[in-house]
Structure formats: structure tokens, C-alpha cells
């Protein structure tokens, strides 16, 4: 649905639950964005573990990694000064990796008398995990004389925008994470004493997939006080079949 059937969804269900369902439609944007962001976060805590997956309907894991499919991102990472630039809309690591060139040495044994045969060297190039760890911890194993970083075994930590690694330069680093929503928006027009009419020009939905979207507007209606029931949200379907909407 988009933003505009989200909120006729949303006036009927908080209609339904007998609390009245008007929400002015200049804190509708930020109602919408907000819930979007609580969504993603819930979804984030049950793929770490933060949050029991029993608590989503029909749970599964795949379900949980689809419910952030569209939120996940990767990005070469770029060098500003001795840091690595956060992305702008970083909001959870999901995975950080560089790369690594390991060298085999071979030998091939010589026919020739006193030849010692002749030596190949070959490199390749391998991709390794970044280590992220919590600054203090991060500060520890930068000094460490026992397991030093290397290009082979990498480490990172997060700080404001930037990210400090070790060894400083990383070969062709990478970061996956989820990314910040890019924020839903509704748009409306409103002419004299009319009430206001939702415009689909200029508005922007959520980027969770369409089975998702009852349980954003349920979040929504959660921030105003209102919580819908399971049969109140499957009521809407034969609601809009009698509609026509």
C-alpha cells in the first residue's frame, strides 16, 4: 500500500478500536517515518538475538531477514585523513571485510648439475573478516605484542562518523550494514475550508515489503496510544473490498 491507503488503513483500525481515528495530516510524515524506524530496530534485534524471534507472527528467521531486505546496503568505504568515512546512512553493521594477498612460494626441482631449482612465487588475493571491536578492547589489541592487527587479521571500531582500522589502510575494505529509511512522506493539498486530500505527488512510502506494512501502521497506531488486535487488522481486507478502496 502507500502512504496514502496506509492512512485510511490507519484512521479505520484506530476507528475501530473506538479511539478516534483523525491524525492531522502535517504529523502524519513524521509519524510514518517514525514507525518505519521503530520497524527496522525491531527487526534488527530479533536477527542479533536482542529480541525473542517469538515475537513475530508466523516467525522465522527468512521472514526476519526479509523484513530488512530492503534496508540492507553495501558500500566500499573511502579514506578521509587516517579514518574511513561512515556512510551517511549507516545504521547497523552487518558485516566488514578487506582484502588480503597471500604469496605461495613453489619450487620445481632442476635437471641441471648444482641448480637448485627454480623458485615461483604466486599471489592471491583473498578476501578476510574485519574484527570490530569497542574502543577500549580496540586500543588493547592495537598495542598487543602477542596478536598485533595485520592485513591477514584486520580490526576496526566505530567512532562518531569515522572508523578507525588496523593496519591504518585497508586493501579495498567494505562494509555491510543496514541502512537508515529513507524516510516515508505525505504529501497533501488543501483548498480553503476543504478538508485536506492526500496527494500522491511528492509523497514517498515505506521501503519494507507490502506484507510488512500492517505491522508499521500497527507501530504507528502504538505512538498515539491506539493498539489494534490481530482480527481488527484482518477486518480490513473485507473492508476494502466493501469499499472499493
Known amino acids: 500500500m502507500n502512504i496514502g491507503e496506509a492512512y485510511q488503513f490507519i484512521e479505520y483500525l484506530a476507528n475501530k478500536s473506538g479511539s478516534g481515528g483523525y491524525i ?10 517514525r514507525a518505519e524506524l521503530g520497524f527496522v530496530t525491531k527487526y534488527y534485534k530479533i ?31 573511502v579514506k578521509s585523513g587516517s579514518y574511513y568515512t561512515q556512510p551517511s546512512d549507516y545504521l547497523h553493521t552487518t558485516g566488514f571485510f578487506s582484502e588480503y594477498t597471500s604469496t605461495t612460494t613453489t619450487t620445481s626441482n632442476s635437471i641441471s648439475c648444482g641448480d637448485d631449482g627454480i623458485v615461483t612465487k604466486k599471489t592471491t588475493p583473498e578476501v578476510v573478516q574485519v574484527n570490530i571491536f569497542t574502543p577500549d578492547k580496540f586500543g588493547f589489541r592495537l598495542n598487543s605484542s602477542i596478536k598485533p592487527p595485520t ?23 567494505v562494509l ?16 480553503g475550508n476543504n478538508p485536506p486530500v492526500y496527494n500522491p505527488v511528492g509523497s514517498v512510502s515505506w521501503e519494507a515489503g507490502e506484507d510488512y506494512h500492517n505491522e508499521i501502521c500497527a507501530i504507528l ?25
Open 24 to 33: 492531522p495530516p502535517d504529523q502524519r510524515t513524521v509519524l510514518a517515518q
Open 176 to 191: 555491510h550494514y543496514i541502512k537508515k529509511p529513507i524516510g516515508a512522506v505525505y504529501n497533501y493539498t488543501k483548498e
Open 221 to 245: 497506531l502504538s505512538y498515539i496510544g491506539i493498539h489494534v488486535s490481530g482480527d481488527m487488522i484482518s477486518q480490513f481486507a473485507q473492508f476494502k473490498q466493501e469499499n472499493g478502496i
Open 47 to 77: 536477527m542479533i538475538g536482542e529480541i525473542p524471534l517469538s515475537t513475530v507472527e508466523n516467525s522465522s528467521m527468512q521472514r526476519v531477514y526479509d523484513a530488512l531486505l530492503n534496508y540492507r546496503k553495501t558500500q566500499a568505504l
Open 151 to 173: 592485513d591477514k587479521y584486520p580490526i576496526a571500531t566505530f567512532e562518531g562518523s569515522t572508523i578507525k582500522t588496523a593496519p591504518i589502510t585497508l586493501k579495498t575494505p
